[in-house]
Nanobody
Framework: VQLVESGGGLVQPGESLRLSCAAS????????MSWFRQAPGKEREFVAT????????SYADSAKGRFTISRDNAKNMLYLQMNSLKPDDSANYYC?????????WGQGTQVTVSS
């Protein structure tokens, strides 16, 4: 299993970013996928999850209305569109899946929101 995130960077408050996660080594279209994030000194927290078909996304309260999780099963790609970014969104963002009780994480992509 390999999960490789990309798309992070430094943006100003109110701007947008689109994170991507390239998945390989497992049947992506059969797997629920999620995004988590971890800020310095804080625990890793759930951001959003999406079902195998993409029909049932779910979000943390902090992400509702601003973030959109999506997937392209033909390309084995997971995305997180983040709009109206705030300084509190600054964190390392991780792609996640759980395969039969085995939890897999990517290496993360850093998002910094600062003026």
């Amino acid at each position: 299993v390999q999960l490789v995130e990309s798309g992070g960077g430094l943006v100003q408050p109110g701007e947008s970013l689109r994170l991507s996660c390239a998945a390989s080594g497992f049947p992506f279209s059969m797997s629920t996928m999620s995004w988590f994030r971890q800020a310095p000194g804080k625990e890793r927290e759930f951001v959003a999850t999406i079902s195998r078909s993409g029909a049932r996304p779910s979000y943390a309260d902090s992400a509702k209305g601003r973030f959109t999780i999506s997937r392209d099963n033909a390309k084995n790609m997971l995305y997180l569109q983040m709009n109206s970014l705030k300084p509190d969104d600054s964190a390392n963002y991780y792609c996640h899946t759980n395969r039969g009780g085995e939890v897999y994480w990517g290496q993360g992509t850093q998002v910094t929101v600062s003026s």
